[in-house]
Nanobody
């Protein structure tokens, strides 16, 4: 069965950096587009990033462009999110999510399967 396990969340000061990981299993990782999404306290889930199957194409929400970088290692079945210059409004639980369609992008939907999440707190 599909499993997505996020890790790497921590408490950091503004301007700091973190790298999140998402270990995927139960499916052929390289056949699926993947997403990072987040949920800030009291807010709805928010799409953060999309990455295609081979990692060559990425998309980001405007608020993280130039600061976050999504990548993947298909051999290891792992998705990454490098977060630089973190701000207080990046505080959230971060999730990785899998597109339900093999090989093609559907476009992220809150109903897509995701992991248990990892907490990122940015505070001085």
């Amino acid at each position: 069965q599909v499993q997505l396990v996020e890790s790497g969340g921590d408490s950091v000061q503004p301007g700091g950096s973190l790298t999140l990981s998402c270990a995927a299993s139960g499916f052929t990782f390289g056949d699926y587009w993947m997403y990072w999404v987040r949920q800030a306290p009291g807010k709805e889930l928010e799409w953060v990033s999309t990455i295609n199957r081979n990692g060559a194409t990425t998309y980001y929400t405007n608020s993280v462009k130039g600061r976050f970088t999504s990548s993947r290692d298909n051999a290891k079945g792992t998705l990454y999110l490098l977060m630089d210059n973190l701000r207080s409004d990046d505080t959230a639980v971060y999730y990785c999510s899998k597109d339900p369609r093999e090989r093609f992008r559907t476009g992220w939907d809150p109903r897509f399967q995701r992991g248990q999440g990892t907490q990122v707190t940015v505070s001085s």
